[in-house]
């Protein structure tokens, strides 16, 4: 039986140069999240919580209009720049 960990894109960062770049660990966190499994999907990759309502907030603006839009989608990018950094500086001294 396959597990959606067989289909994923491996990382080039990782298999050139021996270590992890900003996004890698984003498609098994979307799976854990997609499963259900909060702790691990955050644990995985802790911007998962940020970048998932910011990509559904880019898409709704496309179609609909709110008076305060752009600053949640600012907000939550730069939210969520801060996150990838401090986990991957993090994940790497660790």
């Known amino acids: ?19 992890d770049c900003l996004g890698c660990g984003l498609q098994r966190g979307l799976s854990h999240l997609f499963h259900g499994e909060l702790i691990a999907a955050f644990k ?8 998932v309502p910011l990509g559904l907030l880019i898409l709704t603006s496309l179609f609909y209009k ?8 600012n907000g939550l990018a730069i939210a969520s720049v801060l996150i990838i950094i401090i986990s991957f500086t993090m994940k790497f001294f660790n």
């Open 1 to 19: 039986m396959y597990s959606p960990e067989d289909y994923m894109l491996p990382c080039l960062n990782k298999k050139l140069f021996g270590f």
């Open 44 to 51: 995985m990759y802790p911007a998962v919580y940020t970048l």
């Open 66 to 73: 709110f008076k305060h839009l752009n600053k949640i989608i």
